[in-house]
């Protein structure tokens, strides 16, 4: 069964303080690892796709990149507006396409 | 270029009641995935329908079901709510064809069940 572990539970940042989020997975035949952000109360906004590991993605103070047992979403110099849920998940693609999510990580960036 | 909407955004039933949630896919989608999020989970897979026929359905019982419309909108249908049915239930859309593995996703209906 596909499984995805994301770590810390929850971060604590001070605004400009940069730091990494982890997203471990065990999936059969990985298709995609996807991040999200999630303010509450509101649905997952996309972030990246990372198909293969070596890849990296970049954002804004965004960058997410990719092994073949984790990934990781790198952040710096966070704002305040930065707050909110990441959530990593993966899928396997084809007509099993379904997302796996971990139960993400609550990141707060103090001003 | 509309995103996924859903319809209602909150919602108040007691058990053993009946609900249906509405979901439009974003402008080109073909593909909707409907997920149940926990408060402090992350989504889980309920179903996903493609060309109005249910292809792969997650771990819930058969109180859930689901349509597809020739407009590739859908539906979510509960029935005989339980209070552990109260949820944010979430829609996202794919395209197909190139980007297809990515889901987009809607704003959510709260539902809670007294």
């Known amino acids: 069964e596909d499984q995805v572990t994301q770590s810390p539970e929850a971060l604590r940042l001070q605004e400009g303080e940069s730091s990494s989020l982890n997203c471990s997975y065990t999936?059969?035949?990985?298709?995609?690892l996807f991040w999200y952000r999630q303010d509450p109360g509101k649905g997952p906004e996309f972030l990246f796709t990372l198909y293969s590991a070596g890849e990296e993605k970049e954002k804004e103070r965004l960058k997410a990149t990719l092994t073949k047992k984790e990934s990781f979403l790198h952040i710096t110099a966070p704002k305040p507006e930065d707050s909110a849920t990441y959530l990593c998940?993966?899928?396997?693609?084809?007509?099993?396409?379904?997302?796996?999510f971990g139960k993400g990580i609550t990141l707060s960036v103090r001003p | 270029d509309a995103g996924v909407t859903q319809s209602p955004t909150h919602l108040i039933k007691t058990r053993g009641q009946q609900v249906t949630l509405r979901c439009s896919p974003k402008?080109?989608?073909?593909?909707v995935s409907w997920y149940q999020q926990a408060l402090g989970q992350g989504p889980q897979f309920i179903f996903q329908y493609y060309e109005e026929e249910e292809r792969q359905r997650g771990n819930f019982p058969d109180r859930f079901s689901g349509h597809q419309f020739p407009n590739y909108s859908s539906e979510l249908n509960v029935n005989a709510l339980l209070l552990g049915d109260s949820a944010l239930y979430l829609c996202?859309?794919?395209?197909?064809?190139?980007?297809?593995?990515?889901?987009?996703f809607g704003p959510g209906t709260r539902l809670l069940v007294l």
């Open positions: 999936v059969s035949g990985l298709r995609g």
């Open positions: 998940a993966v899928s396997r693609g084809g007509a099993n396409s379904k997302l796996t």
């Open positions: 996202a859309s794919s395209p197909r064809g190139r980007g297809a593995e990515t889901q987009y």
């Open positions: 402008s080109g989608h073909d593909t």
